[in-house]
Nanobody, 125 residues
Framework: QLQLVESGGGLVQPGGSLRLSCAAS????????IGWFRQAPGKEREGIQC????????NYADSVKGRFTISRDNAKNTVYLQMNSLRPEDTAVYYC??????????????????WGQGTQVTVSS
């Protein structure tokens, strides 16, 4: 089982920014595509973005296009999600996962078979 640990969430005002981190524990994530998904209260899980092992990205949510950017630092064994221009509707618990345990991102979002505890993002004034 791939162990991933999410961090970086918090309370931010609308229009603000946060950078989430996804750190791998006990394995090297450099050969895996890693993605982020979120779940808001009372809503289904939503795939957001994925980054391939070589750095190519895929976006699965039109609502975050142009505002969120996924990146990776294989030397630090970490994937990031930079979130700008945050909106109240971005409020959710954010998770990272290896969608298909492969180097390339899937064409359609897949949750993968393991993820961490998540990190809470709350956008409110």
């Amino acid at each position: 089982q791939l162990q991933l640990v999410e961090s970086g969430g918090g309370l931010v005002q609308p229009g603000g920014s946060l950078r989430l981190s996804c750190a791998a524990s006990g394995f090297s994530l450099k050969t895996y595509a890693i993605g982020w998904f979120r779940q808001a209260p009372g809503k289904e899980r939503e795939g957001i973005q994925c980054i391939s092992s070589h750095g190519g990205s895929s976006n699965y949510a039109d609502s975050v296009k142009g505002r969120f950017t996924i990146s990776r630092d294989n030397a630090k064994n970490t994937v990031y999600l930079q979130m700008n221009s945050l909106r109240p509707e971005d409020t959710a618990v954010y998770y990272c996962t290896a969608p298909n345990r492969a180097p390339l991102c899937p064409l359609f979002w897949q949750e993968g078979d393991s993820w961490g505890q998540g990190t809470q993002v709350t956008v409110s004034s």
